[in-house]
Antibody, heavy 121, light 106 residues
Framework: QVQLQESGPGLVKPSETLSLTCTVS?????????WGWIRQPPGKGLEWIGS???????DYNPSLKSRVTISVDTSKNQFSLKVISVTAADTAVYFC??????????????WGQGTLVTVSS | DIQMTQSPSSVSASVGDRVTITCRAS??????LAWYQHKPGRAPKLLIS???NLQSGVPSRFSGSGSGTDFTLTITSLQPEDFATYYC?????????FGQGTRLEI
């Protein structure tokens, strides 16, 4: 059973950088599939942030692309998310997930539990 | 971006009821539509891919249909564990987008 676990600070100050890591177990990132980040602001729906393949190929949501970087570290079996210049609007539960198949636009079938990141001074 | 509109936004039902949730895409997405179940504090669960493909382990009381712009998720004989929020997601065109969610409550 593939498992994903998000980790990172739960509180980030406005204008600073949000950094999260997703650690994958029971499956090697290098074996394939796309790995994505999705977020859910309080009381709102789900928003796809972006996805990455093990070779570093990425797709980003244009609404966030200028502020977001997703990277992968296959040696640690982890992938990461950085969002720069955060505001209160970036307060959300952040999920990491794996795609159902090898397509970058496939739905996500394995998810982490999610981690709440609050942007506040 | 393709806008996904779900209706209703919330629905009240009872155990044993049949419920239908609809999802409309702002442009045609053939059958590139997925449905998720989400409970508070839990990871979303993929129920259906490609509009009607039930995922392994998902009870057969869940079914999906539709193509083009109009899709439905039907749950027959509601069980207590089915009360949750349901999201549709289009995977036809980047950026991937989700519906706003339908809260299914008692």
């Amino acid at each position: 059973q593939v498992q994903l676990q998000e980790s990172g600070p739960g509180l980030v100050k406005p204008s600073e950088t949000l950094s999260l890591t997703c650690t994958v177990s029971s499956y090697s990132i290098s074996s394939g599939y796309y790995w994505g980040w999705i977020r859910q602001p309080p009381g709102k729906g789900l928003e796809w942030i972006g996805s990455i393949y093990h070779n570093g190929d990425t797709d980003y949501n244009p609404s966030l692309k200028s502020r977001v970087t997703i990277s992968v570290d296959t040696s640690k079996n982890q992938f990461s998310l950085k969002v720069i210049s955060v505001t209160a609007a970036d307060t959300a539960v952040y999920f990491c997930a794996r795609t159902l198949d090898y397509s970058s636009s496939a739905p996500f079938d394995y998810w982490g539990q999610g981690t709440l990141v609050t942007v506040s001074s | 971006d393709i806008q996904m509109t779900q209706s209703p936004s919330s629905v009240s039902a009872s155990v044993g009821d049949r419920v239908t949730i609809t999802c409309r895409a702002s442009q045609g997405i053939t059958n590139w539509l997925a449905w998720y179940q989400h409970k508070p504090g839990r990871a979303p669960k993929l129920l259906i891919s490609a509009a009607s493909n039930l995922q392994s382990g998902v009870p057969s009381r869940f079914s999906g249909s539709g193509s083009g712009t109009d899709f439905t998720l039907t749950i027959t004989s509601l069980q207590p564990e089915d009360f949750a929020t349901y999201y549709c997601q289009q995977t036809d065109t980047f950026p991937i987008t989700f519906g706003q969610g339908t809260r299914l409550e008692i």
